[in-house]
T-cell receptor, first 113, second 116 residues
Framework: DGGITQSPKYLFRKEGQNVTLSCEQN?????MYWYRQDPGQGLRLIYY???????QKGDIAEGYSVSREKKESFPLTVTSAQKNPTAFYLC????????????FGPGTRLTVT | KQEVTQIPAALSVPEGENLVLNCSFT??????LQWFRQDPGKGLTSLLL?????REQTSGRLNASLDKSSGRSTLYIAASQPGDSATYLC???????????????FGQGTILTVHP
């Protein structure tokens, strides 16, 4: 089956700890994206990557870091510098950076206490 | 900076009713507009996409319209069913500014509940 997988579905961490969210795609897509969703708000772009070994900050990149060492994988690290990390995180991919058609993963709900 | 607003934030209707969800955006220079469905705790499913040159798109009981000049779109759902209960998100694809790539900007969503 082709698609995007995110793991785990639920993640719990103590405040002050870094945590890494996984995103894998087997669609052979060049571009990948991370979004954050808070209750009553739309999705906000954290980081995006147009190609392997390249990534750019989105609208709310502070307190987050990413890597893109492989085409299939775009992990997101939520660092202790992120003031309000509790949220629902969605990963997406598109066949190329200029494509508007993004495919979304099932999401990871992160709770930090 | 593109901003997308959806009204109402929540809507509860009885089964069988026709309903309209509204979406407005501040910059009319868009490539397209999409409507997504999101079930609780899940990812997004694309429902309809309207290119900037189009006025509407239809899929089954769903009809989406676009008035680019006024910065508005509506999603019409006919004969609503309990299975339609979900959050509906509107997103516009427009130039990211300073790059050749576009960017999806999302509204905050409308939570729809259809009760039997």
């Amino acid at each position: 089956d082709g698609g995007i997988t995110q793991s785990p579905k639920y993640l719990f961490r103590k405040e002050g700890q870094n945590v890494t969210l996984s995103c894998e795609q087997n669609l052979n897509h060049d571009a990948m994206y991370w979004y954050r969703q808070d209750p009553g708000q739309g999705l906000r772009l954290i980081y995006y990557s147009q190609i392997v070994n390249d990534f750019q900050k989105g609208d709310i990149a502070e307190g987050y870091s990413v890597s893109r060492e492989k085409k299939e994988s775009f992990p997101l690290t939520v660092t202790s510098a992120q003031k309000n990390p509790t949220a629902f995180y969605l990963c997406a991919s598109s066949i190329r950076p200029t494509s508007y058609e993004q495919y979304f993963g099932p999401g990871t709900r992160l709770t930090v206490t | 900076k593109q901003e997308v607003t959806q009204i109402p934030a929540a809507l509860s209707v009885p089964e069988g009713e026709n309903l309209v969800l509204n979406c407005s955006f501040t910059d009319s220079a868009i490539y397209n507009l999409q409507w997504f469905r999101q079930d609780p705790g899940k990812g997004l499913t694309s429902l309809l996409l309207i290119q900037s040159s189009q006025r509407e798109q239809t899929s089954g009981r769903l009809n989406a319209s676009l008035d680019k000049s006024s910065g508005r779109s509506t999603l019409y759902i006919a004969a609503s069913q309990p299975g339609d209960s979900a959050t509906y998100l509107c997103a516009v694809y427009s130039n990211a500014g300073g790059t050749s790539y576009g960017k999806l900007t999302f509204g905050q969503g409308t939570i729809l509940t259809v009760h039997p």
